[in-house]
C-alpha cells in the first residue's frame, strides 16, 4: 500500500508540475489580452552566467510576436533582397514574400511553412506586425499589407484567405496593418480600412463578412477591445479620428467621442479601470473618458493635458489598481491615476540611462513582480508599484538586430509559455527556460 501511495502521490505531483509549466500564449499579450503571466515559482533573479536558449531557430525580418500552444509556436517573417531595415516616414515599394512557420515546442524545428509573394510601400518595413492567433485548431495571421490568412494549425492549410486591402478598396497604413485582430466567439474583427468598413467583423470559419463599420480617413492601429459596461458588452473601437464603441455582435453603434492624433498613431488598446477608459496618442495626445453606468454612454473628462497620463507608441500600458503603468514615447516607463492622470513617477532605467525617443521594453505581470524586455535584448525582473520602480535582475537574452532613431533596437514583444520566454529578432527565434 506504502508503495502504491507514493507511486501515486508522485504521478499526481506531475501532473501539478506539467500543469504549472504548460500554460499557453495564444496570441497578442497572452491568453486574456492582458499581458499577465501566470507561471507559480517564475524566478525573482538570474543564474550569473546568463540565460541559455533551449534551441534557436533561423527565421527573417519582422515585428510580430510568436504565439505558443501546447507542442507548436507558430511566427511570421519576411523575406526580401531589399534594404528593410530603414526607419524613415515614407513608402518606398519593394518586393517580398511573407511567411507563416509553426515550429516544434520542444526541438525549434520547423514543421511547416507557408508563404506568400508581398509588395511593401510602407514605412519600417521589416516585416509583418501582428502576433499570429490560435482558435482551436485554428491559426490567424494578418501581414503587414493586409493579408488575412485562416490555416488548419496542425497542417498549415489554407481555409481562407482575403486581402483587406483589395477587398475594402484602400491603401495599408503608413506603419502597415499593425492592430492585432480580436476572437470575439463566432467571429474575427479586424481593422480593414475603406469607406464604411474602418473595422469589420468576419465569420472566423468561413471569412464572410457579419458586420462593417465606420470610415476614417486613416485605419489607424489600435487593436479592438471588448469591455463590459451599463450592463452590456461594448466594442471599444479607435480610430485616428473618434472612439467608438459599438455593439460587438451586430457593429451598431452605442457612443462615439471625436479624437485626434498626430500621425494617424493612436497604437495602444484603450485600457479601463472602474468607469474610466484611457487612451493615448501620439506627440502627446491624451483623453480620459467617463463611462455611463445605467445605459451605454460616454463623457469627456480631459484630454491633451500636458504632463498628465502617457503617450504610449510600442507598448500596450496596463492598469492595476486604477494606476496605469506603460512606456512613453519619451521613452520613459511611468505611472500615473488613471482618474486624474497625475503622474507617481518616471524613469528611463527600464531602457536606457537617459530617455530615448520611442524607447521600448515590453511589459508583462507575474505575481508581485514583473518581467520587461526591452529594445536592447535585455530581460528584467523588476517590482512596479506607485512608489516606483524597484529592478531586481537583468540579463541579455537576443542581439537586437533592427534600428530606429540612430540605434540598435529589436521591437518584437516576447511571449511567456511552458516555464520560457519566446522572443525573435531579424534573425533567428529563441526559447530560453526561466529556472
Known amino acids: 500500500m506504502r508503495k502504491s501511495f507514493l507511486i501515486a502521490n508522485l504521478f499526481c505531483c506531475c501532473l501539478v508540475s506539467t500543469s504549472l509549466l504548460a500554460e499557453d500564449w495564444p496570441g497578442w499579450m497572452g491568453p486574456k489580452r492582458d499581458n499577465q503571466w501566470n507561471l507559480d515559482r517564475a524566478p525573482s533573479a538570474f543564474p550569473a552566467d546568463g540565460l541559455k536558449p533551449l534551441w534557436s531557430t533561423k527565421v527573417a525580418g519582422g515585428y510580430s510576436g510568436p504565439a505558443v500552444v501546447g507542442e507548436r509556436v507558430y511566427l511570421t517573417d519576411m523575406l526580401t533582397q531589399a534594404d528593410a531595415k530603414v526607419d524613415n516616414f515614407g513608402r518606398k515599394a519593394f518586393d517580398g514574400t511573407e511567411r507563416v512557420h509553426c515550429i516544434d515546442n520542444s526541438t525549434g524545428k520547423v514543421l ?42 496542425a497542417t498549415g492549410k489554407v481555409i481562407w484567405s482575403k486581402n483587406l486591402k483589395a477587398t ?36 472566423k470559419k468561413t471569412g464572410e463578412e457579419v458586420w462593417r463599420f465606420g470610415t476614417s480617413k486613416e485605419t489607424g492601429y489600435s487593436p479592438p477591445t471588448i469591455i463590459q459596461a451599463a450592463g452590456v458588452r461594448q466594442l471599444i473601437l479607435v480610430n485616428p479620428e473618434a472612439v467608438n464603441s459599438v455593439n460587438p455582435d451586430n457593429g451598431k453603434p452605442y457612443w462615439s467621442i471625436p479624437y485626434t492624433a498626430d500621425n494617424g498613431s493612436i497604437i495602444m488598446s484603450p485600457v479601463r479601470a472602474d468607469k474610466y477608459l484611457f487612451i493615448g496618442g501620439y506627440s502627446n495626445r491624451n483623453l480620459l473618458i467617463e463611462l455611463g453606468g445605467d445605459q451605454p454612454s460616454a463623457k469627456e473628462v480631459w484630454r491633451n493635458q500636458a504632463k498628465k497620463g502617457m503617450s504610449p507608441v510600442n507598448v500596450q500600458p496596463m492598469v492595476i489598481d486604477n494606476i496605469v503603468y506603460g512606456c512613453d514615447q519619451s521613452g520613459e516607463l511611468m505611472a500615473f491615476d488613471i482618474a486624474s492622470g497625475d503622474r507617481l513617477w518616471e524613469t ?12 521600448t521594453a515590453f511589459i508583462v505581470k507575474n505575481g508581485d513582480r514583473f518581467f520587461l524586455f526591452n529594445e536592447s535584448g535585455e530581460l528584467i525582473i523588476a517590482k512596479i508599484s506607485p512608489k516606483g520602480y524597484e529592478e531586481l535582475a537583468r540579463t541579455k537574452i537576443i542581439e537586437p538586430t533592427n ?9 518584437c514583444a516576447p511571449a511567456f509559455a511552458n ?3 519566446y ?11 526561466l529556472k
Open 419 to 421: 516555464g520560457s520566454i
Open 423 to 433: 522572443v525573435r529578432n531579424d534573425e533567428q527565434l529563441i526559447r530560453v527556460p
Open 112 to 153: 511547416w511553412t507557408h508563404e506568400y509573394p508581398v509588395k511593401y510601400a510602407i514605412s519600417y518595413p521589416a516585416g509583418p506586425r501582428c502576433t499570429p492567433i490560435v482558435d482551436g485548431d485554428r491559426l490567424y495571421t494578418l501581414g503587414a499589407e493586409g493579408d488575412l490568412f485562416c490555416f488548419q494549425a
Open 403 to 411: 534600428n530606429a532613431f540612430g540605434r540598435d533596437v529589436v521591437w
Open 168 to 203: 475594402y478598396k484602400t491603401e495599408s497604413p503608413l506603419w502597415g496593418y499593425a492592430a492585432h485582430p480580436l476572437i470575439d466567439g463566432n467571429n474575427l474583427i479586424t481593422l480593414a480600412g475603406g469607406e464604411g468598413s474602418q473595422t469589420v467583423a468576419l465569420n
Open 348 to 359: 528611463s532605467k527600464p531602457i536606457s540611462d537617459r530617455p530615448q525617443g520611442s524607447g
